[in-house]
């Protein structure tokens, strides 16, 4: 059993995938990169803010499991849309190029931090306005970095992704199954410890 300091349904769906146990103890921690930072800093830095601020929260010694996604492109951050006229121009600018997503995990055992970092290069097709309008009607963007959702809808805009698809998705499964075998939380495939 381990804590999740996510709300993020996508990620829960993602640990049971694995047969890993958890609990939700979502955190509010502000999300503001800090001057000249990278997008790979800035993932890892939330991905540990998150683990600490839940553990912190949560009284026993369960192991904590935190997450962050960033979607960059030209070495800008791209966060959750504030609107509509912001979830467009994100759409436009990946339309018809290639961006990176840096999913970061940190897990919090005994003690110790331990973290890793998922890049996955996702390639758009070309947008048309009326794609992009289209897909904010829809509701998906308006909630995910990016403007856009892998699992959902969004999948029709992807030609191809090199990486992690439960990256992009929000838990690099790949990276996640490390660190937790690291810490002996799980064995192997079985997830017997």
């Keep these: 059993m381990l804590i999740l300091a996510s709300a993020s349904p996508r990620r829960r769906e993602l640990l049971?995938?694995?047969?890993?146990?958890?609990?939700?103890?979502?955190?509010?921690?502000?999300?503001?990169?800090?001057?000249?930072?990278?997008?790979e800093d800035f993932a890892l830095r939330m991905a540990v803010t998150k683990a600490r601020a839940a553990h912190d929260a949560v009284p026993g010694h369960l192991p904590v499991l935190g997450a962050d996604t960033v979607v960059s492109i030209d070495g800008d951050i791209l966060g959750k849309p504030r609107d509509r006229e912001d979830a467009l121009d994100m759409l436009g600018r990946l339309s018809g190029r290639t961006h990176t997503v840096l999913s970061a995990v940190a897990l919090l055992?005994?003690?110790?931090?331990?973290?890793?970092?998922?890049?996955?290069?996702?390639?758009?097709?070309?947008?048309?306005?009326d794609d992009r309008r289209a897909y904010?009607?829809?509701?998906?963007?308006?909630d995910k970095a990016g403007a856009y959702g892998i699992q959902g809808l969004g999948a029709l805009f992807v030609a191809h992704i090199e990486g992690s698809y439960?990256?992009?998705?929000g838990l690099p499964l790949f990276e996640t199954g490390e660190l937790l075998r690291r810490c002996g939380l799980i064995s192997g495939i079985d997830n017997q410890t």
């Excluded at 331990?114 to 947008?127: I, K």
């Excluded at 904010?136 to 308006?142: I, K, L, Q, T």
């Excluded at 439960?166 to 998705?169: A, E, I, K, L």
């Design 16 to 39: 049971d995938q694995i047969g890993v146990a958890w609990r939700a103890h979502p955190v509010d921690v502000e999300e503001i990169p800090r001057a000249g930072e990278s997008p």
């Design 136 to 142: 904010w009607a829809s509701g998906e963007p308006a």
């Design 166 to 169: 439960s990256g992009v998705v």
């Design 109 to 129: 055992h005994q003690g110790y931090c331990h973290q890793a970092l998922s890049t996955t290069r996702v390639c758009f097709r070309d947008l048309s306005p």
